[in-house]
């Protein structure tokens, strides 16, 4: 049966496109309903208050960090999208006294323009945004070297290679209102995908690469990061892969509600729950890795219905 047509890019493919009754059934969950989609390999969360909520994922870079050994480095990746957890984790690890000099850092993704990463000195860098609101800010005596913080922004190939080199403890995220985990937006519809996305398979398939944003990610980074001015947002970004993905032994996504809306945020917690894996939502695909945690604020979550403003 033919799918339906994108409502928000009809040149794309992304959530809109997927059967009715899977959108019916994620409007109509409540909070009752989200918790107990937690099942052996999924686990959804809540916090009642938003310094909680940062705290908690503040913690997971510390408690990641304490792993490394040197004999056994090991590190965590983290996103631009949440940002508030990053001063904490900077605040914590100078109370503790916490050598990092065997840990990691992995930069999920960054902008690309006319081919090449931008530079750390362009305004929406997130390795600038990582580097000003996290690193700089630990004390120089217990910083990781330099060489230990890893950013898509040269050598992809490399960049991914470092997955296979040091233990990726954790995988952090948020999600998008496309649906995605760093940049894995859903492709164009077009080619061999004119009729039908990737199957889950072939996208797992996708290591680091540059990737072709999605509308709705560059309106939505252009509201989140750019006062709405989505001229500024590139269209284009390098990205960790499923690959990478599925080399990080958790993968831990974190919504406020500021970067997706109600609906979004029960949607994927049911494809993931219901394993229902669809590249037009790409953060569905998480189903089939062995160790997923959502995390809610749980005023974030809202409700799905009518309301006028």
């Not at 894995?184 to 690469?209: C, Q, V």
């Not at 809202?302 to 006028?308: L, N």
Request: aromatic residues 10%.
């Amino acid at each position: 049966m033919t799918r339906p047509i994108s409502k928000v890019a009809p040149g794309w493919w992304d959530y809109t496109t997927l059967d009715p009754a899977i959108l019916n059934d994620a409007a109509r969950l409540d909070e009752n309903d989200m918790l107990q989609l937690s099942r052996p390999g999924f686990k959804v969360s809540f916090y009642d208050t938003l310094e909680e909520f940062y705290l908690a994922e503040a913690l997971e870079y510390v408690e990641a960090w304490q792993q490394a050994t040197p004999d056994r480095p090991a590190g965590i990746c983290g996103p631009i999208g949440p940002t508030e957890q990053l001063p904490l984790v900077a605040r914590i690890v100078n109370s503790l006294g916490l050598k990092l000099h065997n840990a990691h850092f992995w930069g999920m993704d960054e902008w690309v323009e006319n081919g090449k990463p931008v530079p750390i000195t362009h305004p929406l860098s997130f390795a600038r945004a990582d580097l000003e609101l996290c690193f700089t800010g630990i004390d120089a005596a217990l910083r990781m070297p330099d060489s230990h913080l890893h950013f898509p922004t040269g050598d992809l190939d490399a960049y991914s290679q470092s997955y296979d080199q040091v233990r990726c403890v954790i995988m952090q995220g948020g999600q998008g209102e496309v649906k995605h985990w760093a940049f894995n937006d859903p492709p164009k519809r077009e080619g061999p995908y004119k009729d039908n996305p990737p199957s889950p398979e072939e996208y797992r398939k996708l290591r680091t690469r540059v990737v072709d944003l999605h509308p709705m990610t560059v309106i939505q980074n252009a509201r989140t990061s750019g006062g709405g001015n989505v001229s500024m947002v590139p269209t284009q970004a390098a990205s960790v892969g499923p690959v990478e993905t599925w080399k990080a032994e958790k993968v831990s996504i974190w919504q406020a509600g500021m970067h997706d809306n109600p609906f979004g945020m029960r949607l994927t917690t049911l494809m993931i729950a219901k394993r229902i894996p669809d590249s037009a939502v790409p953060m569905s695909l998480l189903a089939d890795h062995p160790n997923v945690h959502f995390h809610f604020y749980r005023k974030g979550i809202g409700k799905v219905e009518a309301e006028m403003h």
